[in-house]
């Protein structure tokens, strides 16, 4: 089959968002903790996002929602400079490749990608060979690497087993990696996704912490694709259970299960050891745990750490030094970390809208009237600024 036309993959036809959706915050969802300027992962200095969706309906009635996300922890630098990093698995029903490395060492060394789960290969492939276009390998000439890719599954509304994502949209996506607002919703690797029963995808936001005087930043970016619709809270609303029963909502599966998986990645400019970076990682499961997940059997709930601090320690030297927060004063980072994961999480089921996929399925997003409603019964609704 011949790719279609890039400017085909790029129309924003009906399902697609940009960066200039609602936010949870515009619609009067009270969160705690202080946002940094954007709201967004990339509020960390340094870090920049990618991201490609990719959208079509095939002659044979086969339907594309599909895409990649890549987060680059130093931008540009990113393949050069490897930062501080670490890997938690809530539960394991998921895949991130790179891991095992990650754990050794301590080090996350190049990008992380976001897809589906059947494109995982490709895209890691993909970012092997961009690095070598790269250049700058060592003396034998090879690049060594092992990338982190991490995935999802949107096979309910992708044709999934139809491979659309190509060596060419992840290199897209590394390309194009900027900083500023990020896309949210139905875009990148969140673009097919769905969560608690509602329409997903790719949401993010960020927390200004002081330590001893030192002002940090939190991060976090979710491909979230995960939960049933009974159990969501938002705000500490039992949304899901009121509007499980409302008509707009009546095509809701009676008989789904907590199958689905998210990812959580978590940035911080915040000067950390990995094993501490762990601890960071361990505390996005707050925040899930705050929309009502209880983390089912069949989900992937697989999170991820780093810290953009200590570049000089990052170099190839024989002896290093690193600077890192004391045990006793890293509570504010962790109550940031379950405070970013749960606003991203909201954020991203926000900016998605009604989805129409593959096979007929079709998942509907969250009413923006219908859960400002419920946020002013239960004296939730915080008017916007």
Same mark, same amino acid.
């Given at each position: 089959?011949?790719?279609f036309?890039?400017?085909? +993959?790029?129309?924003?036809l009906?399902?697609?968002?940009?960066?200039? $959706?609602?936010?949870?915050?515009?619609?009067g +969802?009270?969160f705690? !903790?202080?946002?940094?300027?954007?709201d967004?992962?990339?509020?960390?200095a340094?870090?920049?996002?990618?991201?490609?969706?990719?959208?079509q309906?095939?002659?044979?009635?086969?339907?594309?929602?599909?895409?990649?996300?890549?987060i680059?922890?130093?931008g540009? /630098?990113t393949y050069d400079?490897?930062?501080f990093?670490?890997w938690?698995?809530?539960?394991?029903? !998921?895949?991130?490749t790179?891991?095992?490395?990650?754990q050794?060492?301590?080090?996350?060394?190049?990008?992380?990608?976001?897809?589906?789960?059947?494109?995982?290969?490709?895209?890691r492939?993909a970012?092997?060979?961009?690095?070598? #276009?790269?250049?700058g390998?060592?003396?034998s000439?090879y690049?060594?690497?092992?990338?982190?890719?991490?995935?999802?599954w949107?096979?309910?509304l992708?044709?999934?087993?139809?491979?659309? +994502?190509?060596?060419?949209d992840?290199a897209?996506a590394?390309? $194009?990696?900027k900083g500023?607002?990020?896309?949210?919703?139905?875009?990148?690797?969140?673009t097919?996704?769905?969560c608690h029963?509602?329409?997903?995808?790719?949401?993010t936001?960020?927390? #200004?912490?002081?330590?001893d005087?030192? /002002?940090?930043?939190?991060?976090?970016?979710?491909?979230a694709?995960?939960?049933?619709?009974?159990s969501? #809270?938002?705000?500490?609303?039992?949304?899901?259970?009121?509007q499980?029963n409302?008509?707009?909502?009546? /095509?809701?599966?009676p008989h789904?299960?907590?199958t689905?998986?998210?990812?959580?990645?978590?940035?911080?400019?915040?000067?950390? #050891?990995p094993?501490?970076?762990?601890r960071?990682?361990?505390?996005?499961?707050?925040?899930?745990?705050?929309?009502?997940?209880?983390?089912?059997n069949?989900?992937?709930?697989?999170?991820?750490?780093?810290?953009?601090a200590?570049?000089?320690?990052?170099?190839?030297?024989p002896?290093?030094?690193?600077s890192?927060? !004391?045990? /006793?004063?890293?509570?504010?980072?962790?109550?940031?970390?379950a405070?970013?994961?749960?606003?991203?999480?909201?954020?991203?089921?926000?900016?998605?809208?009604?989805?129409?996929?593959?096979?007929?399925?079709?998942?509907r997003?969250?009413?923006h009237?219908?859960?400002?409603?419920?946020?002013?019964?239960?004296k939730r609704?915080q008017?916007?600024?």
């Open positions: 089959m011949s790719r036309p890039l400017a085909f +993959v790029l129309c924003l009906w399902g697609v968002a940009t960066a200039s $959706e609602p936010r949870a915050r515009d619609l +969802v009270p705690d !903790g202080t946002p940094g300027p954007l967004a992962i990339t509020d960390v340094g870090v920049t996002v990618g991201q490609v969706t990719l959208i309906d095939l002659p044979n009635g086969h339907k594309v929602r599909t895409g990649v996300t890549a680059l922890p130093r540009h /630098d400079i490897p930062v990093g670490a938690f698995a809530l539960n394991g029903n !998921g895949e991130m790179g891991t095992a490395w990650l050794e060492s301590g080090q996350l060394e190049g990008p992380v990608m976001l897809t589906n789960t059947h494109s995982v290969g490709v895209v492939d970012v092997i060979a961009e690095r070598v #276009r790269a250049g390998a060592d003396s000439g690049w060594w690497s092992l990338p982190v890719v991490a995935e999802t949107d096979g309910e992708n044709d999934i087993n139809g491979f659309h +994502v190509h060596a060419a992840a897209r590394l390309h $194009e990696a500023g607002p990020v896309a949210e919703g139905n875009v990148g690797g969140g097919g996704m769905i029963e509602f329409k997903c995808g790719i949401g936001s960020s927390r #200004r912490v002081s330590i005087g030192h /002002d940090y930043t939190i991060g976090a970016l979710v491909q694709n995960y939960g049933l619709r009974d969501l #809270r938002i705000a500490g609303v039992p949304v899901g259970q009121y499980r409302d008509r707009i909502y009546s /095509d809701t599966n789904a299960a907590d689905g998986s998210i990812i959580i990645v978590v940035a911080t400019d915040a000067p950390l #050891r094993d501490q970076l762990k960071i990682a361990k505390r996005a499961g707050m925040g899930l745990a705050r929309m009502g997940s209880y983390a089912g069949g989900s992937g709930d697989i999170f991820l750490a780093f810290s953009t200590n570049a000089q320690a990052l170099h190839d030297k002896v290093q030094q690193m890192f927060i !004391g045990n /006793d004063h890293i509570d504010p980072l962790f109550e940031a970390t405070q970013a994961a749960e606003e991203s999480i909201v954020n991203a089921m926000i900016a998605a809208r009604d989805m129409q996929g593959d096979d007929g399925h079709y998942a997003a969250i009413s009237p219908a859960l400002i409603k419920l946020l002013k019964r239960f609704y008017p916007p600024h």
